[in-house]
């Protein structure tokens, strides 16, 4: 299957393998290794439908509460409370 041209930026797509992040209420969801037709220019990635149907079925397992995920650690930053915070520890983040 040819994997065509990126809708955004028109660069050559590229066979490859992506992540999918979805937020459930206070979970955060991280479907790993899909593969996908991944924008070398631009990063947009695309599935097939049968990709598609796998990442739905795994949803609505996880909504159901049928899925087992694995514990993950995530990092969650709320962009309003650095911008909020008073003291210069965060004065690190204004490097980034
Ligand atoms: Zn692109």
Redesign the pocket.
Same mark, same amino acid.
């Given at each position: 299957m040819d994997p065509g041209e $990126?809708?955004? #930026?028109?660069?050559k797509m590229r066979e490859g393998i992506t992540e999918f992040v979805a937020r459930v209420g206070e979970q955060v969801v991280v479907i790993k290794n899909i593969p996908a037709f991944v $924008?070398p220019? #631009?990063?947009?990635s695309y599935y097939s439908i049968d990709t598609q149907r796998k990442i739905d079925r795994i949803m609505e397992a996880f909504h159901d509460g049928r899925l087992l995920a694995k514990p993950l650690a995530a990092g969650e930053v709320d962009l309003k409370a650095l911008e909020a915070c008073p003291t210069t520890s965060c004065a690190a983040i204004e490097d980034l």
């Amino acid at each position: 299957m040819d994997p065509g041209e $990126c809708l955004l #930026c028109k660069s050559k797509m590229r066979e490859g393998i992506t992540e999918f992040v979805a937020r459930v209420g206070e979970q955060v969801v991280v479907i790993k290794n899909i593969p996908a037709f991944v $924008c070398p220019n #631009c990063g947009e990635s695309y599935y097939s439908i049968d990709t598609q149907r796998k990442i739905d079925r795994i949803m609505e397992a996880f909504h159901d509460g049928r899925l087992l995920a694995k514990p993950l650690a995530a990092g969650e930053v709320d962009l309003k409370a650095l911008e909020a915070c008073p003291t210069t520890s965060c004065a690190a983040i204004e490097d980034l």
